[in-house]
């Protein structure tokens, strides 16, 4: 049972540099979150996904971009890493009632990300 | 003030305290309400729903309380495995999930 599948697991990058963090689910969910995690700020949301094809800012969405390519992938693009981008982020998905109440999000195991 | 406030802690026990975390939120048109556990360096993970009636999983307890705007979760007879940090989870449709910063507990032997 994968769940959500996130790579990579840990990544450095410098400053102004891009990368894609890449997210995968198998439980035929249709919601998809991004999510960051500092000290003491708890998770934020950077971006969510209803369904496929739609994709909407959460919290904390400047300096990223997503796609939601199909329903099981979720991608976060980064397109130039600044230090502030340092963080855990944390890939989700969850399963919409039709009363849009989400039912238990799965977290990917997440990535580590270090911008220098 | 914030969406979903939490006491940071940390919360030192012993083992086979009982141990009570509370969360508050400000939205009052908030639907669902969740605790999930987080292990040093790992992702987080469902812990229980909280409904209005209350609900019990074992030595766990949530309750949540609308007219005060606050969830709780209540550990009886902690063991060294509950060390861990807790976070509440408020719902307000899928666009609008928020995350407390988490409560962490340390049991000690």
């Known amino acids: 049972n994968a769940g959500v599948t996130q790579t990579p697991k840990f990544q450095v990058l410098k400053t102004g540099q891009s990368m894609t963090l890449q997210c995968a689910q198998d439980?035929?969910?249709?919601?998809m979150y991004w999510y960051r995690q500092d000290p003491g700020m708890g998770l934020r949301l950077i971006y969510y996904s209803a369904s496929e094809g739609t994709t909407d800012k959460g919290e904390v969405p400047n300096g990223y971009n997503v796609s939601r390519l199909n329903k099981r992938e979720f991608s976060l693009r980064l397109e130039s890493a600044a230090p502030s981008q340092t963080s855990v982020y944390f890939c989700?998905?969850?399963?919409?009632?039709?009363?849009?109440?989400?039912?238990?999000?799965?977290f990917g195991q997440g990535t580590r990300l270090t911008v220098v | 003030r914030k969406e979903v406030e939490q006491d940071p802690g940390p919360f030192n026990v012993p083992e086979g305290a009982t141990v009570a975390f509370n969360c508050t939120y400000s939205?009052?048109?908030?639907?669902?309400f969740f605790w999930y556990r987080q292990d040093c360096r790992k992702e987080p993970k469902l812990l229980m729903s909280v409904y209005s009636s209350g609900n019990e999983d074992g030595r766990f307890t949530a309750q949540l309380n609308r007219a005060s705007q606050y969830i709780s979760l209540l550990i009886r007879d902690s063991k060294l495995s509950d060390s861990a940090t807790y976070l509440c989870v408020v719902h307000q449709g899928y666009q609008k999930v928020t995350f407390g910063t988490g409560t962490k507990l340390q049991v000690i032997p």
């Open positions: 989700a998905s969850s399963e919409a009632r039709g009363d849009h109440i989400n039912t238990e999000a799965f």
């Open positions: 439980m035929n969910h249709n919601s």
């Open positions: 939205n009052s048109a908030s639907q669902s």
